[in-house]
């Protein structure tokens, strides 16, 4: 890809429509929607080439196989660092404790363009209270530890602000989530194999 940064690579997409090529851990997977979303949001047209898995889509990527992909930092950070693929922007309001000279994308010129991959721990329906309680207190005592949020930090993983560690401010940021992303995916037909 000869775009140096993020402006460039969109100049580039639009410039050479359906030339370039995204690679995806799948069909219907979260980079497969990140690329109907890019697309969608900057007029740019490039193929979505899925993978099994998002491993040999990175090896595609060193390979010069194809073009460009949406990666989490914990697999793509040690690329970037060996010099072996470019790193355009990080899709948050902040910059990554581990990456600090890679720019968010409001920096590089995409503004509110934000996605991220996140995790959570769920539990059964009908789960008594009391328990989801002790394990959301474990958790959040957990995230506390330095070694903890030291790992996730090289990892390149943000820790939420303790007032989004409840199972209230999980189950909005669920509810969020579905409503920005849905439309995408019905939108771009994307549908799970």
Do not use: C
């Not at 989490?72 to 948050?92: D, F, H, W």
């Not at 600090?100 to 996605?115: K, M």
């Not at 959040?140 to 030291?150: A, F």
């Not at 820790?159 to 939108?187: C, F, M, R, S, Y």
């Amino acid at each position: 890809m000869p775009a140096d940064d993020l402006k460039g690579l969109i100049a580039w997409l639009k410039a050479n429509p359906d030339k370039g090529t995204q690679g995806t851990s799948g069909v219907g997977s979260a980079p497969h929607v990140f690329g109907a979303f890019f697309q969608a949001e900057t007029g740019t047209r490039f193929q979505i080439v899925p993978y099994r898995g998002n491993g040999p889509a990175l090896q595609d990527l060193v390979a010069g196989q194809i073009d460009m992909m949406f990666d989490s930092p914990a697999t793509s950070l040690p690329q970037v660092a060996n010099g072996a693929i470019k790193a355009y922007a990080v899709t948050s309001k902040r910059r990554l404790t581990a990456a600090p000279n890679i720019p968010t994308v409001d920096e590089a010129g995409l503004p509110g363009f934000y996605f991220s991959i996140w995790y959570a721990l769920w539990a059964a329906t009908g789960t008594p209270r009391e328990a989801i309680i002790r394990l959301n207190a474990a958790i959040v005592s957990t995230l506390r530890e330095p070694t903890v949020r030291q790992r996730m930090a090289d990892l390149g993983l943000e820790i939420p602000l303790l007032e989004q560690q409840t199972p209230e401010a999980l189950g909005a940021l669920q509810k969020a989530e579905i409503e920005k992303w849905w439309p995408i995916v019905k939108a771009a037909n994307i549908k799970g194999e």
